[in-house]
């Protein structure tokens, strides 16, 4: 079936510092990729996303890209402030697969000053 | 702005209460979804709709039921609430073709402890 394989967390780095959060998966075919971002004491909100291969997805100064030879789906970003402090979910979404998202089981980011 | 409304943000039951959770959406979407947040988990799916009274069973679907008498409403019932039902629901919805354009709208949750 899919899944979706994310690196452990907690992950803390210093302010400014370069994050990259690893995401791989598991389905056949061509599913859509998502990063989504929980915010404490919040849902969770879409971050960016990408539907094909060598697709890029960005916002905020995140980005991702598709990679269907590594299915990966890695999240980066250059600077991190203190302000991105939260969970980071990817996820899939295979037509025919129940037409569903399957997520990983997140990542949490801690950016201290 | 489309919104997701979880009725409560906070709750507290006792061990055998019947709970209803209430989500609500105003996007005249089809597809309805029941997730629950545990640390280390992720997200789990508990039930989905796809339209008004139909229901399935997602991958933890045991001890709790579902209610869609109207698109804009899916509740989430737990029969006889137990302490391992303590965790974060969320609701979500999504049109049934642009789930794999856009995902899902997630609600702000609902944190539920059962003592």
């Known amino acids: 079936g899919n899944s979706v394989t994310q690196m452990e967390g907690p992950v803390t780095l210093s302010e400014e510092a370069f994050l990259t959060i690893n995401c791989t998966y598991t389905?056949?075919?061509?599913?859509?990729l998502f990063w989504y971002v929980q915010y404490p004491g919040e849902g969770l909100q879409l971050l960016l996303k990408?539907?094909?291969?060598?697709d890029k997805g960005s916002n905020k100064g995140f980005e991702a890209t598709y990679r269907k030879e590594t299915t990966s789906f890695h999240l980066e970003k250059g600077s991190v402030q203190v302000s991105d402090s939260a969970v980071y979910f990817c996820?899939?979404?295979?037509?025919?697969?129940?037409?569903?998202?399957?997520f990983g089981t997140g990542t949490q980011l801690k950016v201290e000053l | 702005d489309v919104k997701v409304t979880q009725s409560s943000r906070y709750l507290v039951k006792r061990t055998g209460e019947k709970v209803f959770l209430e989500c609500v959406q105003d996007?005249?979407?089809?597809?309805m979804f029941w997730y629950r947040q545990d640390p280390g988990l992720g997200l789990r799916l508990i039930y989905f709709?796809?339209?008004?009274?139909?229901?399935e069973k997602g991958d933890i679907p045991e001890g709790y039921s579902v209610s869609r008498e109207k698109k804009e409403r899916f509740s989430l019932i737990l029969e006889s609430a137990s302490t391992n039902q303590t965790s974060m629901y969320l609701c979500?919805?999504?049109?049934?073709?642009?789930?794999?354009?856009?995902?899902?709208?997630f609600g702000s949750g609902t944190r539920l402890t059962v003592v």
């Open positions: 709709s796809y339209d008004v009274k139909m229901k």
């Open positions: 996007m005249d979407h089809e597809n």
């Open positions: 389905a056949t075919g061509y599913p859509s």
């Open positions: 979500a919805s999504s049109y049934p073709a642009s789930g794999e354009i856009y995902g899902y709208t």
């Open positions: 996820a899939l979404y295979k037509r025919g697969g129940g037409n569903k998202l399957t």
């Open positions: 990408a539907t094909k291969a060598d």
